[in-house]
C-alpha cells in the first residue's frame, strides 16, 4: 500500500507496567478440586488493545495436556461485558489461541482482562494495566512470567519476549552486498503501488495493489520490461474465483513446478468492499490468453487469522519446500508433532508461508489441492510489519523485509533446534538507497552469481522518482 505507517516512541522500560496473574486459581473457594487443577494451566497470555489488530485476548495452555474451554468466559474490568468461548474449541498442550473480543467489548487504557470457567463465577486467570498496549502487553515468558509491553504483536504464537525495542535481540549490521544500487525500470512504466516480486529466470513476476499481475522480461542486462506478449503489456486484470471482485493482490510466488503450475497471489481485501479484511491466497492459471485471469482457487484465511486493519493483512507470500522443512524438523503448530507432509494428502509439495503488515506475524500453511488449508506454523518476524516474504533456495533461508516504517529492515530466519523459524541475521538496507517504501523483494538465483555476487532487486510502492523497480547486489 502507498504509505508509510507512523511509528511510535517507545516509553522507557522504567514504565513498563509489570504484572502477573490476579490470583492463584488453586486458592479459590467454591472451584471444584479436579475443574481447578485443569484450569490452573490456562493463563491469559497476551492482550491487545490497539493499533491495526481489534481488541484481542490470547489464551495459553502450559499444562501437558489439551484442555476444553468451550463454554468459558472472557470479560473486561466489567462484570456485564461477556465474551463466551465457543463450543468445540480446545487448547492443546502448549497451545495459544486468541480472541476478538472487540465485538463484544473494548478493551481501555486502564482495564483488565478476566477469564471465567463457563459457570461465569470462577475466575481462572487475569490481567489489569493502566496503559494502552504497544502494541502488544505479553507474558514473558509464555503462560508463566510477568507482563510487559513487547514491540511485536504474536497473537497465536509465542510472545515476542527479546530486548524491547529491536523486537528481537539481533542486531542490525550492514547489506550483505554492494552499497549501490540502480533502477531497474524505465521512466514511469508502472506508477504507484507495485508490490510483490518473484524473480523465476528470465522472468520477473510483479503483483500490484490495483489487481494486476505483471510478467516482466529482460530489458538489457540489468532492468526489467512488460512483456508484450499474449495480453501482458499492460499486466493482467486480477478477478476472484467466478470473475468478480478486484485482488488487493500485494504478493505473488510459484511452486515446485514453476509458472506452469500457476502463480499464487496473497491478497488482504477485495477492492470493491476495501473496507472489509478477505485475507486470502489465489491461485492463477497465468498461460491463459486474455487481458484478465480468474483464480481457479481461493483458500480465505480470514477466519483463521487474528483480526486486522483492511489495509493492513496479507502483504508477503512465498512457498517453501517439504524436503528443507521435513529436513530442518520444522514443528507442526496443529499436531504438536514433527511436520508430516504426508499427513496433508495431495497439496503443493510445501508449505506457504504469507506475512501480516498489522501483527509483523509470519503464518505458514498446507494449501490442500481441495481447497482445504491448515495452518502449521505461526512466528514473529521480528519487526513491526512484514510486507514481503522470499524463500531463497541456494542459501535455505526465509527473507522476511519491512519496508520505510521499518527503515528498511530485511531479516533472515531458519529452523533452529526446537523446530522453529529464528531470526539468523537483521540487514540494513544498502547505504546507497533512500528510505523508499519497498514493498516488494526478490533474489536471483545461484545460476546468476558471478565473482561471488548476484542481483537482488527492490519494488517501490510509491514509484519514488518515477520508478518502481531498483536493482543492487548481495554475496552469494
Not at 520490461?225 to 474465483?241: A, Q, V, Y
Request: with cysteine; hydrophobic share 35%.
Amino acid at each position: 500500500m502507498n504509505r508509510s505507517i507512523a511509528r511510535r516512541g517507545r516509553r522507557a522500560l522504567a514504565r513498563f507496567l509489570v504484572a502477573g496473574p490476579l490470583f492463584a486459581v488453586g486458592a479459590l473457594s467454591g472451584a471444584p478440586a479436579a475443574h481447578a487443577a485443569v484450569a490452573d494451566d490456562i493463563r491469559v497470555n497476551e492482550v491487545v488493545t490497539t493499533g491495526g489488530v481489534n481488541d484481542s485476548i490470547e489464551l495459553f495452555n502450559k499444562g501437558t495436556a489439551a484442555i476444553d474451554v468451550s463454554g468459558w468466559i472472557l470479560r473486561d474490568n466489567d462484570k456485564n461485558h461477556t465474551f463466551k468461548i465457543a463450543a468445540g474449541t480446545t487448547l492443546a498442550a502448549g497451545g495459544y489461541r486468541s480472541f476478538d473480543v472487540s465485538g463484544k467489548f473494548g478493551l481501555g487504557s486502564d482495564d483488565q482482562a478476566r477469564l471465567y470457567l463457563a459457570d461465569g463465577k470462577t475466575l481462572v486467570d487475569g490481567f489489569s494495566w493502566t496503559e494502552h498496549s504497544e502494541p502488544s502487553w505479553s507474558r514473558c515468558p509464555d503462560g508463566t512470567g510477568t507482563f510487559r509491553q513487547a514491540t511485536t504483536v504474536t497473537l497465536g504464537a509465542p510472545n515476542s519476549c527479546g530486548t524491547p525495542g529491536g523486537g528481537g535481540s539481533t542486531d542490525p549490521v550492514a547489506w550483505p552486498g554492494a552499497s549501490g544500487v540502480a533502477t531497474a525500470d524505465a521512466s514511469n512504466v508502472f506508477g504507484q503501488d507495485l508490490s510483490g516480486l518473484y524473480q523465476e529466470g528470465d522472468v520477473l513476476w510483479g503483483a500490484q495493489n490495483n489487481g494486476k499481475l505483471w510478467r516482466l522480461v529482460r530489458d538489457g542486462s540489468a532492468g526489467w520490461k512488460p512483456d508484450t506478449g499474449n495480453g501482458w503489456s499492460s499486466g493482467k486484470t486480477l478477478r476472484f474465483t467466478g470473475g468478480s471482485g478486484s485482488p488487493d493482490s500485494e504478493g505473488v510466488t510459484l511452486a515446485g513446478s514453476g509458472s506452469a503450475g500457476g502463480a499464487f497471489v496473497a491478497s488482504e481485501r477485495d477492492g470493491s468492499a476495501s473496507g472489509t479484511s478477505r485475507l486470502s491466497v489465489l491461485k492463477y492459471d497465468i498461460t491463459a490468453s486474455g487481458s484478465s485471469l480468474t483464480a481457479s482457487k481461493e483458500w480465505n484465511l480470514t477466519s483463521d487469522l487474528p483480526a486486522t486493519g483492511s489495509n493492513l493483512g496479507l502483504e508477503g507470500i512465498t512457498w517453501v519446500p517439504d524436503s528443507y522443512l521435513t529436513g530442518a524438523g520444522l514443528g507442526d503448530a496443529s499436531t504438536g508433532a514433527a511436520y508430516d507432509p504426508a499427513r496433508y494428502g495431495a497439496h503443493s509439495g510445501g508449505v506457504f508461508f504469507v506475512g501480516v503488515e498489522g501483527t509483523g506475524m509470519v503464518h505458514g500453511y498446507v494449501l490442500a489441492d481441495s481447497g482445504g488449508h491448515t495452518r502449521v506454523a505461526s512466528f514473529s518476524s521480528g519487526m513491526t510489519g512484514v510486507m514481503e516474504l522470499q524463500w531463497e533456495p541456494q542459501a535455505a533461508r526465509l527473507w522476511a523485509v519491512c519496508d520505510d516504517t521499518c527503515d528498511g529492515r530485511h531479516r533472515t530466519l531458519k529452523i533452529d533446534a526446537t523446530g522453529s523459524f529464528t531470526t539468523t541475521a537483521v540487514y540494513d538496507r544498502p547505504t546507497g538507497m533512500p528510505n523508499h517504501n519497498n514493498e516488494g523483494f526478490s533474489l536471483a538465483g545461484s545460476d546468476e552469481c558471478v565473482a561471488g555476487s548476484k542481483p537482488v532487486y527492490w519494488s517501490d510502492d510509491s514509484n519514488d522518482g518515477g520508478h518502481a523497480l531498483r536493482r543492487g547486489t548481495i554475496t552469494c
